[in-house]
């Protein structure tokens, strides 16, 4: 995980970065562990948070596009199992730069896999740290 990754620079911009699913708190838990995510990771099952950021749901073409269904394919040819998906797979993710309780930046993708480069977050936290 790239963000976890660079756990470094961004605490040394005195930063966080908080992780917010919609999942149950006990899946969110076990998720957080498996990934050794090392801020908070926050349960929004009624997404409040993801309304208020205006992320919305994919359209089934992003989600299932050919680019999608080539790589499960492939881990089907590589003999990996594909299980069902337990969450809302068309609920899209995004990322925001919060200071002072405040939406600085807001990064909203179109599709699934169309999230914000680290470079474009760490700058956009950099910015807002060196703002008054």
């Given at each position: 995980m790239?963000?976890?990754?660079?756990?470094?620079?961004?605490?040394?911009m005195?930063?966080?970065a908080?992780?917010?699913?919609?999942?149950?708190?006990d899946?969110?838990?076990?998720?957080?562990?498996?990934?050794?995510?090392?801020?908070?990771f926050?349960?929004?099952?009624?997404?409040?948070?993801?309304?208020?950021l205006?992320?919305?749901?994919?359209?089934r073409?992003a989600?299932?596009n050919?680019g999608t269904?080539?790589?499960?394919a492939?881990?089907v040819a590589?003999?990996e199992?594909?299980?069902?998906p337990?969450?809302?797979v068309?609920q899209?993710?995004?990322?925001?730069v919060?200071?002072?309780?405040?939406?600085?930046?807001?990064?909203?993708p179109?599709s699934?896999?169309?999230?914000?480069?680290?470079s474009?977050?760490?700058?956009?936290?950099?910015?807002?740290?060196?703002?008054?």
């Amino acid at each position: 995980m790239e963000v976890r990754d660079a756990r470094d620079q961004i605490e040394a911009m005195d930063a966080i970065a908080v992780a917010v699913g919609f999942s149950p708190v006990d899946a969110l838990a076990a998720l957080a562990d498996q990934l050794a995510w090392p801020w908070p990771f926050l349960s929004d099952t009624d997404r409040v948070l993801y309304a208020r950021l205006g992320l919305e749901r994919a359209p089934r073409r992003a989600v299932y596009n050919p680019g999608t269904l080539n790589r499960y394919a492939k881990a089907v040819a590589r003999g990996e199992g594909l299980k069902r998906p337990v969450e809302d797979v068309r609920q899209l993710g995004g990322d925001a730069v919060v200071k002072n309780g405040r939406v600085v930046r807001a990064f909203r993708p179109a599709s699934p896999d169309d999230r914000a480069p680290l470079s474009t977050l760490l700058a956009a936290v950099s910015e807002a740290a060196a703002a008054s």
